[in-house]
């Protein structure tokens, strides 16, 4: 092994450039705007932490000086599992198949490693994907192939990726096109890892989980919801998320887990049961970010822009039918960073994903400069 190989932590994974990174020329031209940036490419939160969270965090569970357990108490497990129930229908959610993860972007990335995949495993992944379900695949050593809409997975594809409401598109699959991909990925033997991040955000669209008995037909063998608390309760900074469904797989993703030291803080933990058990401060950020959402998409689309699909979640999937290079450059000009739509795969080409996550003030900012 040479001195470089042994310096290089990737040790010949050939993973992409990490996308934000090539933002950051344009992203100094919109800083230079006399306004200043009105930054709409991540969706990041920048609301404040709802109170009954916080009270958690710094409550008794601040004060524990011992080890956390990777499983969670069960306490934590069954307000998960009755948020499940009470929030998305879902009938005979189980607290032995919940489990937390620190922050959902780490068990994506994983999720192929931890069970088991690797050379010659087909990973699949939706035509416009958030990339790290391709990063994923790529750590294990498996590949990647992507779907068309209704596509089905090809023989040997040991893991389906589903996500609606998507990201970046917005786009919701209705209840028939979600068991339908489940059908065809039971029929192949694959597992589905459905990433449900905002799932919460639906602003009336009706939208379904896998683990819906309409979706999984009552059944959640090989089946996983992938949840984050990030966007529906300002949790991006505590790392506070969960998955759950078929209670062998998760028992095996803890024994994999416990092994690894990937726990959730005991403070955290308190708080991702806090964030499960109220519905109140949900639907106060819904009504927020609904209101950004309809204030910032009659400008865009009084500016000449099309909005396509984004009938739920945190973006709006924009186009003026021109290389989304050119968009978030012209953007940029005006002092808007936005996202180019081919980091989510080729056909993105035409498109840029605009984040609803950002203040009132710089919302309302990037409307007048649409408008000026």
């Known amino acids: 092994m040479s001195e470089r190989q042994r310096a290089d932590p990737r040790r010949g994974i050939a993973l992409p450039d990490f996308p934000w990174d090539s933002l ?10 006399p306004g200043g940036l009105v930054d709409l490419s991540v969706g990041t939160p920048v609301d404040p932490v709802p109170a009954v969270v916080k009270a ?48 959902s972007k780490e068990l994506v990335a994983w999720l192929p490693t931890l069970l088991g995949l690797g050379t010659g495993d087909v990973v699949a992944v939706p035509e416009l994907a958030y990339p790290t379900y391709e990063v994923g695949a790529l750590l294990a050593g498996a590949s990647v192939v992507r779907l ?6 090809p023989a040997g594809t040991k893991l389906v990726w589903l996500n609606s409401p998507s990201n970046p598109t917005g786009r919701v699959l209705d209840a028939a096109a979600l068991r339908a991909a489940v059908e065809a990925s039971r029929a192949v033997g694959a ?5 449900e991040c905002y799932l919460g955000l639906s602003f009336g669209a009706p939208v379904a989980s896998v683990l819906s ?3 999984s037909a009552g059944r959640h063998e090989g089946l996983l919801a992938v949840h984050s608390m990030s966007k529906t309760s300002n949790l991006a900074g505590y790392r506070a998320a969960f998955v759950a469904g078929d209670a062998a797989l998760v028992k095996a993703l803890l024994e994999i887990r416990k092994h690894a030291g990937m726990i959730v803080p005991f403070p955290v933990q308190a708080a991702l049961a806090a964030a499960a ?49 050119d968009t978030v450059r012209s953007l940029a000009e005006r002092g808007i ?16 994903r605009i984040a609803l996550t950002a203040t009132d003030e710089r919302i309302d900012e990037a409307v007048r400069r649409l408008e000026g």
């Open 277 to 325: 058990a109220d519905d109140v401060h949900v639907a106060e950020q819904v009504k927020v970010y609904d209101k950004r959402r309809t204030r910032l998409r009659a400008a865009l689309e009084r500016a000449g822009y099309r909005i396509d699909h984004s009938e739920a979640g945190l973006y709006l999937w924009t186009t003026e039918d021109r290389p989304c290079r």
């Open 191 to 195: 597992v589905v890892a459905s990433d």
């Open 148 to 153: 068309a809409d209704g596509e089905a997975p």
């Open 337 to 352: 960073l936005v996202a180019p739509g081919e980091f989510y795969g080729p056909a993105g080409a035409r498109h840029v």
């Open 213 to 215: 008995p309409e979706v």
């Open 56 to 103: 958690a965090l710094t409550g008794p569970a601040a004060d524990e000086p011992g080890y956390p357990t990777t499983y969670g108490p069960e306490s934590l497990r069954a307000a998960v599992a009755e948020s499940l129930t009470r929030r998305f229908g879902v009938a005979g959610a189980d607290p032995a198949a919940v489990l937390p993860t620190i922050g």
């Open 24 to 33: 950051a020329e344009v992203k100094a031209l919109a800083a230079g705007h």
